[in-house]
């Protein structure tokens, strides 16, 4: 199966302490490469599905936390992010494209000041 990205974003009825957020993220680090973006946001490069990936998070929260897990393009969003996560994102994006087209241009290129 081919990796995709997702955003996995937690939102937590009580707020969690941090071995709690450490648990989440070694979790996701058995299931593909990840960086969390924000406290309780992560985006994962993974084999697996969102199906896949909620069932491996489910057990680790409570009936009252929700999550949810999005398919993101990563061609395809706008935004601003530090430099290290547009490489992180731009890294694996430009690694997975390279088999069947040419690199896009860089997330941060899309904000560069026009003249």
Known sequence: MAKSFYAVMIRW?????EAKVSEIDA???VLGDWLRFGGHNWLIWSESTPSQIYAALAGK????????????????YSGWAPKWVDDWITQRRDGALKVISP???????????KP
């Open 13 to 17: 009825d009580i707020l969690p302490t």
């Open 27 to 29: 979790t996701l680090g």
């Open 61 to 76: 929260l409570s009936q009252k936390d929700s999550e949810l897990i999005v398919n993101f393009d990563p061609n395809s």
């Open 103 to 113: 690199p896009s241009p860089s997330f941060a290129s899309l904000f560069e000041p």
